[in-house]
Structures are given as C-alpha cells and as structure tokens.
C-alpha cells in the first residue's frame, strides 16, 4: 500500500524525473522513443530544467512564507532565473523577472505581458505541484492558491485555469481512492475558460482512441496552457504506471519536458515515490525528497490538530 507520504515524495520527485526524461525529446515532432530511453537508462545523471526550479522555489516560498506571498515567490523565481538562466526558460518570461528584479510590483510585471492580456503559456501549472501538497486535502484551498500562485507570472484566465486543471489533477491523484469520473467532475466544475473546456470535452475519446497522432492533435502539444495541461492529463488516465505516464506524455514531443513533468508529478502522487524509475539519478533528489517531507509534516501536524 502506498502511504501519503510515499505519495508527497512521488509528487516532487515525479516532476524532476518527468521533466528530465522530457528534456532530450524538447521541440521534437515525434521523439524517438527507444533513444529517449536509451539516454535515460544508460545517463548517471538527469538534469532538469525550469520546470523543476521553478517547482522548488514554488514549494520553498510556501514553506518559507507558512503560504502564498507573490512578492516572495516572485523574487524567488527571479533570482533562480537570474543564477541559471540557460535552464531552457521560454522566450517571454525572462521579462517578468527581470522587472521583479528592478523593484517593479510583481502583480504588474505579470499583468503587463503580451500587450496587457497576461500569458496564456504552461508556466503556471508546470510548477503548481506542490499546491497539492501544500493544501492537502483541501479541493477548494487547491484551487485557490492554483489561482494566486499562477498569477504570479500568468495572469491570462487561460493561463490561470492551465494550473487549476494540474493542481485538482495532483489532489486526486494523491487519494488513496482516486476515480477518473471524480476528477473530470471536479475538473467540469472549476474549468470556466472555453479554450480548456473544449480540449476535456475531447478527453475522453482520446482516452478511447488511445491514439498518440489523433491526441496530438486533438489536444496539442505545445506551451500554451490548452496545448498542454489536459494532455498530460491523458497521459496519466491512459497509464498503467508511472513510467507508462512519462513515457505516453514525452513521446508525444513538442513540449515534452514540461508535459513529462506534469504527467510525472500527477503519476508520482498515483503511484507513489517507490514505483518511480531512475528516481535516485534525477538532478535535486535529496532536496525534492526533503521538500516533500517537509510539506508531508505538516499537513500531518494539521490533520493531526483536527
Ligand atoms: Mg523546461
């Protein structure tokens, strides 16, 4: 049985492996499958990308913060930029920080981007993991701080929804008693923006299909938040396990990185930090490990109070 804990740790350590295993097959239309695992089995080390950094500063600043500050997330991902700014970030964000890191107001530098309309990319949810945790196991305090945290850098409701879809994705995925037909319900409730409605409205059939080209181009693959979010939640619902999960999402290529690390954070918190493969050679492993229990801690000393 996988314990919550097992769970938490899966989570973190699910994103890196997800997004590490991504990384090669990046930008690709159709990555070779048998290379991307040859890399990945003969590597002794995988190096993430921004995804992961960005999903640590997530997690450090909640902890850090005991909650949602954005003026410290901001700073945070900012500064983490600005140490390691060849991490494969995307072609836009870059403005944000460095405007942080001029004094702007965060909540402006967001807002301002793409002529005021804020940015409808992935940036939002490819980090939004641990909100899961952080809020567990309460939906609803989820899918607020999915909200806030997204905003930070993507203020487009696109955008916005792009993390809420990860983050209830993430909740149920933690549930020791996870249901598909639970998880679109909630996901029917909070969704709102018709772009993402109509791609999981097409879920379910590309489920059926089980098609790699028919859901590529049913869902996309790309860094728009409704190129990529709900198919990384096909990737998770078509698996049987969590290299199944990584494997489906970075062969579809495209952003494979960033679809490979939300699909491993939601099968991490499935299946558990035990059943993931080449867990021990990921970039960051003891530091996403002690994230996790960190966040595990206390929502145990939380429940524990209740
Ligand atoms: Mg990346």
Known sequence: MTDLSDRFRGVMVGTAVGDAVGRPAEGRRSPDLARVLSYVTRAEFLPYTDDTVMTIELAESLIACGGFDGADMARRFALAWKAEPWRGYGSNIPKVFKAVLRG???????????????????????????????????????VRLAEMTARVTHTHPVGVEGAVIQAVTVHHALRKDFATDRLLADLD??????????????????????????????????VAADDSVVTALYALLGASDFEDAVLRAVRLGGDADTIGAMAGAAAGARWGYEAIPWRHKVEGHDRLVGLADRLFRRVQENLEAK
């Open 104 to 142: 702007e107001p965060w909540a402006e530098a967001a807002a301002r981007q793409f002529d005021g309309g804020g940015s409808f990319g992935n940036g939002g949810a490819m980090r939004v993991a641990p909100v899961a945790l952080w809020a567990y196991p309460d939906l609803e305090e989820t």
């Open 189 to 222: 409730r909070s969704v709102t923006t018709d772009r993402l409605r109509r791609k999981l409205e097409r879920l379910p059939e590309c489920l059926e299909r089980n098609d790699d080209v028919y859901a590529k181009q049913a869902l996309g693959n790309w």
